[in-house]
C-alpha cells in the first residue's frame, strides 16, 4: 500500500551530517535551468556565480580535525512491528540492508518506483548503469540507497568515496536533503557544493572530510583548482541530469570532472533521454556493457480525457469536491488521495454531506474492498475514494471522472490515475485540485505530460493572478464557499 507523502515534507526535521552554510531551503520554484548555455572555450571560473579566487591566494581557516563520526539518529530500536515491516518490505527484497529500508518506510514509501527496482540491484552488485530516467520517477533514492549501503561495507578513507554530480544548486541542495534522509540511521558524512553562495561554509564542510560529495560543475572545478577537494580517492560516481548538463553547456566541465576520477570506480549515469550525444558522453565515462535501465515515463497522457486544474485552498477543497459531485454529469467518479487515513477522513465527511462513497486503501479488508467495488461497478454507489496502489488494481468501465483531491507525489501516478477515466475511446474529465503547497508537484506533472493544464473554476493561476490589489479571495470572507467551478460535468 503506497501512502506517499508530500514531497520535502521530511525536509525540516530530517538530520544532515553536514551541511554546508548558507545553503539554499530545498526547491520551492519550479525546476528549470538557471543559467543560459556558456560559451565554450572561454575562461569558466564563475559559471555559477562564484566569487573568483586567484590559485595560490587561498586562505581559508585551518582545517579542523576529523570529526567523530557523526552518530547515527537514535530514535529507539526499531519495534517489533517495525522490524515486521522491514523485513516484509518490497525493497528489503531488492537486497538493501535494514537501517535504509527503516528510513524509508519512515518517510512513507512502501512500494519501490520502476526505477528503483531496475537501478538498485545493479548498483548494489557493483555494476555500471545507464538509466534513462527523468526527476520525478524516484531516481535519487534509485542511486543515493545503493551507494549508502556500499559505502558502509567499506571502511571510512577518511576522503571522499562518492562524489554525485548535477547540473544546479537546487537539485544539489535536494539530493543532499534525500542523502540526510535515507542515510539518517547510518551516519555516514555528506558535504555539497555550488556557486552562488561564499565558498567558506563549504570549505569548513570539506575539511571534516564527508563521505560523500555532491556538487555542481563549476564550483567543484574551481576548489578542485585550489586544491580544497581531491577526486583520487572517489570509488562511486553519479552523473545526475546528464542531458541538462549538456544543455548548459557544462559538458567540458563534466569531463574535466571525471578525468580526475579514478578510473576504477563504478559509475550510475542518469539521463532524462538518451540521445546520440549522452551516449557518447556516457561510453566515454561508464565501463564496458553497462546495465541499461529505461523508465522514460509515459509521456502522453489518454487521449480523450479532458483534463484541467482547479487552485483551491486546502481548507476549500471539500466543499469544492462536493460542488462538483452535484454535478450529475458525473456519474462514476474515482477521487485520489496521497493517504490512507485522508481516503477514510474524506469519505466519512462526504457520508455527513449526503454523497455516498466507499474508501479502499490497503488497510481494508479484502471483503470491504470487494463490496465497495462491486456496488460503483454496478453503478450503485457512484463515489469512491482511492489511493494510488488501491486503484491499481481497479478494472471498472465508464468511470466518467477522475478528481485528484491531492496531487500525487509522483508524477507518473497522474498519468495512471487519469487513465483510468477515457477508457476505450470514452471520454471522461480528470479534475485535479492543488492548493499552495502543491504547486511544485504540479509544475512536475506539467513537465512531464508536456503541457500545462488549463485552470478551471477555483482561482486562477497564480503566477496569471493580478499583482496588485486585493486577490479575489482576499475580498472574501474566510467562511465563503468556494466559487462554484464552471461547467466542471460536461464531458465532451
Ligand atoms: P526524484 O525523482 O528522485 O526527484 O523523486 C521524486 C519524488 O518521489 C520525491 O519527492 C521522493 O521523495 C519521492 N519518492 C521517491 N521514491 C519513492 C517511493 N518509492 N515511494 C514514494 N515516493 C517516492
Known sequence: MITFRPRRSRSSSSTSATSPAGAPAARTEPRGPSHGPRPQGRPSPNREGAVPRSGGQHRSPPPPPRAPEPPPVRLGPPSPETLAAIEASPFTALGLVAPLVRAILDEGYTEPTPVQIEVIPHALAGRDVLAAAQTGTGKTAAFVLPLLQRLAETK?????????????????????????????????????????????????????????????????????????????????????????????????????????????RQTLFFSATIPREIEQLARGMLRPDPARVSVTPQVTTAEGVEQHVVFVAKNDKRAMLETVLKDEAVRRVIVFTRTKHGANRLSEQLEKSGIESAAIHGNKSQGARERALEAFRAGTMRVLVATDLAARGIDVDGISHVINFDLPNVPESYVHRIGRTGRAGATGRAISFCDHEERDLLADIERLIRKRLPTFGGEPRPAEAPRSGPRPEQARSPHAPPRRPRAFGRAR
Open 156 to 264: 571510512a578513507s577518511g576522503r571522499i568515496r562518492v562524489l554525485v554530480l548535477t547540473p544546479t544548486r537546487e537539485l544539489a541542495a535536494q539530493i543532499a536533503e534525500r542523502i540526510s534522509v535515507y542515510g539518517r540511521y547510518r551516519g555516514l558524512r555528506h558535504a555539497v557544493v555550488y556557486g552562488g553562495v561564499s565558498q567558506h561554509g563549504q570549505e569548513r564542510v570539506l575539511a571534516t572530510q564527508p563521505d560523500v560529495l555532491v556538487a555542481t560543475p563549476g564550483r567543484l572545478l574551481d576548489l578542485m583548482a585550489q586544491g580544497v577537494v581531491r577526486l583520487d580517492a572517489v570509488t562511486h560516481f553519479v552523473l545526475d541530469e546528464a542531458d541538462r548538463m549538456l544543455d548548459m553547456g557544462f559538458v567540458h566541465d563534466v569531463r574535466r570532472v571525471t578525468a580526475a576520477l579514478p578510473t576504477e
